[in-house]
Structures are given as structure tokens and as C-alpha cells.
């Protein structure tokens, strides 16, 4: 069979493939861009291993192991009842305990969940710690709550959910909308109704079992794969300028981690538009951005207004150039036209710290650019790494130093990257990571399904 033929026949398999996963998942567009971004990546291996095909592993891959749905009613401050809705998607645990974030934000759906926990399972596996893939949240909009409100909703809401985790059994984290002050009550009800203390949440404070650096992870993670990938190609992240969106954790951290490594970090933004800020942000101005967005919770406006620098409304940071773009903040905020751009503007490097941040057509775009594109099961997976080094130090009852954490994060993330590279490096010596995360992460949790049996 020729190349052009073998390509053929992958491409027929993975339409097939799809037709019939969209036929068991309509309207859920989310989770099948996830599925056909993955499928048609590992599809040749598939293709090429009979035992696979023989197990069904792919269909058994995209069909969470369960999905739970469940109400969230609560009083807010004006004593109203509120009513949301709550999921937990446990995917898949072949490899560890169930193990993925929770995300309270209005757009929260299970086509979302679904998205989120499929794309967990692979980030874990490349991990290389023992953890499963799932997740979770709830319709719930913690902006512009009351810490009290905020409380009332996460003591309801792991009410019903205590049932379903355990530090042997599933284990979720923060995520958008699902911070300290979140994860402290969730914790702490926990604590009350099971009658036990275990780390069965990830995300802690300090002082009650919490890992250092976990709330930097994510974004520390994803400038390490982004410097390994950079290096790997005779390149060095120092000198560069960087755009980064979203204000979260992880757009400040990854902002941090770049600026330490001599990079020039521009923009930071949120849903109202983005701040240019040409001089670069400095440490002071981001320690005035994280109390703005962590201690206030106010809009990245402000920080425009305070140091009198350049405030775009409505509009999203790709129109800077760069030399590295960090698309930070949600799914699909960076598509075809965005990444036509930056490769214009002479990006050579793009890291994904939020989950799915470029839609398929961006990705392709920078896939056929040449860019060093770091996908975010890999580039993002410093934070469910820590989480993973968290629940290490709960078993053991100790904590790790600040250094030996960021240390057991950088030494993860080069071997994810090593593994991309393992599994996607091209004869001409390009690596296409987006495969390689995708087989290396593919290959662990498959082999592992079929030595369980059916």
C-alpha cells in the first residue's frame, strides 16, 4: 500500500469513527472536536495493532465509565433559593484513581465536562503518575457571589458529590471559577460529613495539606514545555516577546515563569478585552495584576487605567506580535484568522495553558507553519502533575520544599516533552507534538485496558 493509499484508508477509518461517535453524542460539539483532534492522530497505530481494534479500545475510550448529574439548590444572601445543575464525568481510571478539576462557570455543560475529562485521561497518562481522567463542575457563577453564598453552594454541592470521590477513588481539583476560597469549603464540609481527613481534594492551602507551587503549576508547567521545545530546536525562550491571555492562575503564573526566564510579557486580558502594556510587565505590575484579579476580583481594565497603557475592549490579544503566544484563558478562544496573524507577525512558538485554546483550524495553521506548538494535554499538564505530587505528600503525611516541587514539576514536563517528541518526531526531524502527546498518551492508558480485560 502506497503512502497516499495508507492515508486514504486512515482518513475513511476516522470518518467512520466519527460518524458514529456524533450519532451517540449530538450537540455536543466541545467533546467531538476533542474526540476527532485525538482520533485522528492515533487512528495509524490503531490501524496498525490488531489487539486494539480487537478490544474496541477507541469506542471504549470515548465512552465515560460513568456520568454523574445531580441538583444544586441553595439560599443565596437574600434568602431566594437558587437552583443549579452539577456533573461529575468519570472517564476513565485504567491507569489511577479518577482524577481531574471542577469548573463552576455559567457555560458549564456536559458536552464541556466531557471535552475536559476525555483530553484528562492523556494529560495524566503523560504524567507518568498513577491518575485516571475525569472531571467535573456546575453551572454556578462564583463572580460577583458573596463569600457566604459562595460557601452555602460548595457545602450543597459536596453534599451529594462526597459520595462519588475518595484519595483511592476520584479525586478533583480547582479549575476556572474554582479557587482557594472554593476548594477551602468544598474541603472543609468534606471534612465534616465523611468524618475523616484524607486528600481526597487537590488545590489545598498550605496549611491544611495543601502543595506548594500547585496554584503556579499550570502555568509554570507550560512555559518549561515551551523553553524544551525551543531548546530542542537551538532556540532559547530569553529575548522573547510574549502575548499571553486570560488573568487567571494561569495566565499569571505563566506571565511570572516567562518574565524569570528573560522573556517580555505584553498583554493580559479577560471577557471585557485585553491590556497592552509595550513596556512589559514587570513583577511589581504583575504582584498589582494578581491582587486586581485574586484579592479584588476586579476587571484587567483597571490595570490599563493604573499604569496607563493600552486598553483593547471587545477584542482579543492576537492582534499583538509576538514571538511566543500563550493562549491562557478558555476553549477556542484563538481561531483561523488569530493564528494566520501571529504567524505573520513571526510567532515561532505557541503554548497552550488553557484546555483546547485553538480551535482545529488554528491548530493547522501552526502545524503548517512549522511552529513549535506545544497541545495542552501536554503544555498544560503541570498542574494535574503537582496535584499528582499532592496527593503524594497527603499519603506520606509531609511537604516538600518550594525547589524540590518546582523541580519534580520542570523534571515532568521535560519528559512529556521527550515523549512528544518519541512519539511524533517526523524522519526530516520535525515533531509534531500534537500527535506525539496524543499516541504517548494513547499507548499507556490502551495497553493498560487491554491487560484489565473486559
Not at 340 to 364: D, H, K, Y
Request: charged share 25%; with cysteine; proline share 4%.
Amino acid at each position: 500500500m502506497t503512502t497516499t493509499e495508507q492515508r486514504e484508508s486512515v482518513t475513511r477509518e476516522v470518518d467512520t469513527f466519527m460518524a458514529w461517535i456524533s450519532a451517540r453524542n449530538r450537540e455536543q460539539p466541545e467533546f467531538l472536536q476533542a474526540v476527532r483532534e485525538f482520533v485522528e492522530s492515533v487512528m495509524p497505530l490503531v490501524l496498525d495493532r490488531p489487539s486494539y481494534r480487537q478490544a474496541r479500545i477507541l469506542e471504549r475510550l470515548t465512552e465515560p465509565d460513568r456520568v454523574i448529574s445531580f441538583r444544586v439548590a441553595w439560599a443565596d444572601d437574600a434568602g431566594e433559593m437558587q437552583v443549579n445543575r452539577a456533573y461529575r464525568v468519570q472517564f476513565n481510571n485504567s491507569i489511577g484513581p479518577y482524577k481531574g478539576g471542577l469548573r463552576f462557570h455559567p457555560t458549564v455543560n456536559l458536552s464541556v465536562l466531557k471535552f475536559l475529562g476525555f483530553e484528562q485521561i492523556f494529560k495524566n497518562s503523560l504524567t507518568g503518575l498513577p491518575m485516571g481522567g475525569a472531571k467535573g463542575g456546575a453551572d454556578f457563577d462564583p463572580k460577583g457571589r458573596s463569600d457566604n453564598e459562595v460557601m452555602r453552594f460548595c457545602k450543597t454541592m459536596m453534599t451529594e458529590l462526597y459520595r462519588y470521590i475518595g484519595e483511592d477513588v476520584d479525586v478533583p481539583a480547582g479549575d476556572i471559577g474554582v479557587g482557594g476560597r472554593e476548594i477551602g469549603y468544598l474541603f472543609g464540609h468534606y471534612r465534616r460529613i465523611a468524618n475523616r481527613v484524607a486528600g481526597v481534594i487537590t488545590g489545598k492551602g498550605i496549611s491544611y495539606g495543601g502543595s506548594l507551587i500547585r496554584t503556579e503549576a499550570t502555568g509554570y508547567g507550560c512555559v518549561y514545555f515551551v523553553e524544551n521545545m525551543l531548546n530542542f530546536k537551538g532556540n532559547r525562550i530569553e529575548g522573547k516577546t510574549c502575548v499571553v491571555s486570560g488573568s487567571g492562575n494561569v495566565a499569571l503564573y505563566t506571565a511570572e515563569k516567562a518574565m524569570q526566564l528573560g522573556a517580555k510579557v505584553v498583554t493580559l486580558s479577560d471577557s471585557d478585552g485585553f491590556v497592552y502594556d509595550p513596556d512589559g510587565i514587570t513583577p511589581e505590575k504583575l504582584a498589582w495584576a494578581k491582587a486586581l484579579k485574586e484579592v479584588r476580583r476586579g476587571r484587567i481594565r483597571e490595570y490599563a487605567d493604573h499604569f496607563k497603557c493600552e486598553f483593547r475592549a471587545g477584542e482579543t490579544p492576537w492582534i499583538v506580535p509576538c514571538q511566543i503566544a500563550f493562549p491562557s484563558a478558555t476553549q477556542n478562544e484563538l481561531a483561523r484568522g488569530d493564528a494566520e496573524r501571529l504567524v505573520r507577525s513571526g510567532c515561532i512558538a505557541v503554548g497552550e495553558g488553557a484546555n483546547m485554546p485553538c480551535t482545529l483550524e488554528a491548530t493547522e495553521v501552526f502545524l503548517g507553519a512549522g511552529l513549535a506548538f506545544g497541545p495542552a494535554k501536554a503544555a498544560n499538564a503541570g498542574g494535574v502533575a503537582v496535584s499528582g505530587l499532592e496527593q503524594s505528600q497527603n499519603a506520606l503525611r509531609l511537604s516538600w520544599t518550594r525547589d524540590e516541587v518546582d523541580q519534580r514539576l520542570r523534571h515532568i514536563m521535560k519528559e512529556i516533552h521527550d515523549k512528544c517528541i518519541d512519539f511524533g518526531r517526523h524522519r526530516e526531524g520535525h515533531v509534531n507534538y500534537v500527535v506525539g502527546a496524543n499516541r504517548a498518551g494513547f499507548v499507556k492508558v490502551a495497553d493498560a485496558m487491554l491487560a484489565l480485560g473486559t
